[in-house]
């Protein structure tokens, strides 16, 4: 599985963004699609999962962040709201195949940055 992300950028406290991650296979045959960022001298912390119909989140973003599908375009999109200086990270694209101790896949990360 390769996995294409995108959408980071600059924006505002309070701020939205969309992040989107493309794979090449078929999102809904793959067992657990999901979202890690890290920070700057941080260790790479899990987001949120998507798996079947359900999705989990951290509880730093709960509440204000959503995983979803779209179909569509075969891809896994976080929409982030509510957006806070301490969500600024490098976020990454993640699939695991072969169920929950299966093999993981990474996308590029692309970079939020929760600035005034």
């Known amino acids: 599985v390769q996995l294409q992300a995108s959408g980071g950028g600059l924006v505002p406290p309070g701020g939205s963004l969309k992040l989107s991650c493309v794979a090449t296979r078929n999102i809904y045959n793959i067992d657990y699609m999901g979202w890690y960022r890290q920070a700057p001298g941080k260790q790479r912390e899990w987001v949120a999962t998507i798996t079947g119909r359900s999705t989990d989140y951290a509880d730093s973003v709960k509440g204000r962040f959503t995983i979803f599908r779209d179909g569509a375009k075969n891809a896994v999109n976080l929409q982030m709201n509510s957006l806070k200086p301490e969500d600024t990270a490098v976020y990454y694209c993640?699939?695991?195949?072969?169920?929950?101790?299966?093999?993981?896949?990474w996308g590029q990360g692309t970079l939020v940055t929760v600035s005034s």
């Open positions: 993640n699939a695991r195949d072969g169920g929950f101790h299966g093999t993981d896949y």
